[in-house]
């Protein structure tokens, strides 16, 4: 009777765990596909009302609308001579860019980060600019004017970074490609290097992670939720929905294929791609002409906006010192 009894108790609590189990992975697939595909402004006309008890559910069993980027800036607000441009390939995205013209042979190709656009690097890219370069801003598939309407956080960006640097080769003219790109645009500039063979005079990168298991349980963490299972799941479904493994979207793996001159910018309080992610990067590039520049009491955001004058001054350095 009491070995029934433990028994129908053990029965129990496997299925519990079994039900348990397939919530969280039902609740994963979801919010990784939240996150990873962009809705449309002008189909998103109510926001959830989070401080609800209703709100909070849908949100626990819907995920985070995130609006795909888009922005009302014109390349002419960058300067008068910048134009716009679209970068296609048959087979691939078509990408939205601005290009504008400098007195030097080299240019600079600047990528966004996460569910932003090209106009959010409109200040990075006047230094650049300053330092006489012409600067190429691009949108990422499902940014803004480009085409598709998702993002893979670098993973398929990599290979918008390729075609972009493609594209310059063939239409632009320069023989010397500085490669800039803040987080998610980092992490597909190194992507590119070790997955497409691309090969830049340097790169300049700001608030790369390491691994992308190890930045999503970051953001876990940062919200006071275990990082696992959940982030784990989250990463799982988030490449099975586009078809890679996720787990392998690693920048510290790739940085083995770097082999030319490379500065990386990180935010002292960053908790999101953490300073010791960033460092193990920095650690595993194999190249000499390294540098890594802390910028104290910052998170994951625009060093720029908080640090203007030393972003600039350590900016103009490196692109020296690179040639």
């Known amino acids: ?16 765990s079994l039900i348990g189990f397939a919530v969280l992975n039902v609740l994963a697939y979801q919010h990784a596909h939240a996150m990873l595909n962009f809705s449309d402004p002008d189909t998103v006309s109510v926001k959830s009302d989070t ?4 709100g909070k559910i849908a949100l626990l069993f819907q995920g985070i609308t995130v609006l795909r980027p888009q922005s009302h800036s014109d390349p002419a607000g960058l300067r008068k001579d910048c134009i716009n441009q679209i970068i296609t390939h048959p087979e691939k995205p ?13 240019v600079v190709v600047l990528f966004h980060g996460y ?14 600019l300053e330092a006489q370069y012409s600067v190429l801003l691009v949108d990422f598939r499902g940014s803004w004017e480009s085409s598709e309407t998702y993002t893979t956080i670098g993973y ?3 290979e918008d970074v390729a075609t972009s640097v493609q594209y310059v080769h063939q239409h632009n003219g320069h023989e010397k490609i500085i490669l800039y790109g803040q987080s998610m645009g980092a992490a597909a500039i190194f992507r590119a290097v070790d997955s497409f063979g691309i090969k830049p005079h340097a790169v300049i990168v700001e608030g790369i992670f390491d691994d992308l298991l190890n930045t999503v349980s ?16 989250l990463v799982f479904w988030g ?7 996720a787990f392998t979207h690693n920048p510290v793996d790739y940085a083995r294929a ?7 910018l990180h935010g002292e309080k960053d908790n999101k791609a953490t300073l010791s992610d960033a460092l193990r990067v920095f650690k595993a590039v194999p190249v000499k002409q390294k540098q890594f520049t802390i910028f104290p009491d910052i998170g994951h955001e625009s060093l720029f906006k908080r640090h203007p004058t030393k972003w600039r001054s350590e900016i103009l350095t490196f692109l020296m010192r690179a040639g």
């Not at 401080?51 to 209703?54: A, E, T, V």
């Not at 490449?239 to 493994?245: A, E, T």
């Open 239 to 245: 490449g099975s929905q586009h078809g890679f493994n």
């Open 156 to 158: 398929e960006e990599a």
């Open 218 to 233: 970051n953001r876990f963490n940062t919200l006071g939720v275990p990082a696992f299972p959940n982030a784990h799941l």
């Open 115 to 128: 569910a932003k656009d090209k106009s959010s690097l409109i200040n990075e890219a006047r230094i650049f």
């Open 51 to 54: 401080s609800s008890i209703i």
């Open 1 to 16: 009777m009491i070995r029934r009894y433990f028994k129908n108790i053990v029965i129990y609590l496997f299925g519990i």
């Open 258 to 264: 770097m082999h030319f001159p490379i500065m990386f």
């Open 94 to 106: 078509s990408l939205g860019a601005w290009y504008c013209p400098g007195s030097r042979n080299g």
